[in-house]
């Protein structure tokens, strides 16, 4: 049975209970845009793991949903630059639109891109020392010199905010579906879709449990400094039992290093 990220936030203005053998050292987690199959899945497995004191979903609508040791961080209609600080040690900011029938979920605020930088700068002006972005991407649209790098202004300006640990996921994601109003618009369309088969299997979209469950992983393992996630580690991690050597591989960890908290 799924779990709805928004009822993971029933009694959110209630005094947060202590959870029994919280780590002190993972501290507070912030979570920006936990909406879509992505977001339930990060909600489920991040606050059910007790490795975080507390867990905070940012909410552009007043809530009265949570459990103990979630809380609802209420985002004022204001420019980022203008929020109150808030307190955290890590924040995670990801990028999957709301499901429509998911009406409640509209109520969680989600980021636009464009807004990452300012966010970035709100979120160390908070204290976050490790930020993780899932940045989804267009199947065999990013190229290969962008696919281990940074890919954009907009990412060397959070680079240059001075997190101790960055992290950034390149998670392929499905084509949206375009509205095709003629029939010769369909017809390209539909011999245009073939090249969709050419995509290579790197490239395609892992499920959301998967990429959640690298992200909670990368959270415990990563060293300080920048480390970027290329589509082809996502989908190797993905792989069943492959998760643990590819986390490793990828940020650099021993493999004697404990994984768990």
């Given amino acids: 049975m799924s779990l709805d990220p928004l009822q993971a936030l029933r009694g959110a203005n209630r005094p947060a209970v202590p959870i029994p053998n919280a780590s002190a050292a993972f501290g507070t987690l912030l979570i920006a845009g936990a909406t879509g199959a992505l977001g339930q899945d990060l909600l489920h497995r991040l606050a059910g793991s007790h490795r975080h004191a507390h867990v905070r979903v940012l909410v552009s609508e007043p809530m009265h949903d949570g459990l103990p040791g979630v809380e609802s961080c209420l ?69 290969e010199a962008l696919k281990r790098g940074l890919a954009s202004l907009d990412e060397q300006a959070v680079v240059a905010c001075g997190f101790e640990r960055l992290l950034i996921l390149r998670s392929a994601r499905k084509p949206a579906a375009a509205q095709r109003a003629s029939r010769p618009e369909r017809l390209a369309a539909w011999m245009l879709g073939t090249l969709s088969y050419m995509v290579p299997s790197s490239e395609q979209p892992v499920r959301p449990s998967k990429l959640a469950e690298l992200v909670d992983l990368a959270l415990r393992l990563a060293p300080p400094g920048v480390h970027i996630a290329a589509p082809e580690v996502v989908w190797r991690a993905a792989h069943p039992g492959a998760i643990q050597a590819v986390a490793r591989e990828w940020l650099g960890a021993p493999a004697e290093a404990p994984d768990a908290a």
Wanted: net charge positive.
């Fill in 75 to 143: 985002c004022p209609p204001l420019p980022i630059a203008q929020w109150p600080p808030t307190s955290a040690q890590a924040a995670i900011v990801a990028f999957d639109a709301p499901r429509l029938y998911h009406g409640r979920e509209r109520a969680l605020w989600l980021p636009d891109p464009e807004q990452l930088p300012a966010l970035a700068r709100w979120l160390r002006g908070c204290g976050v020392q490790t930020l993780v972005i899932v940045q989804p991407h267009d199947q065999g649209r990013l190229p």
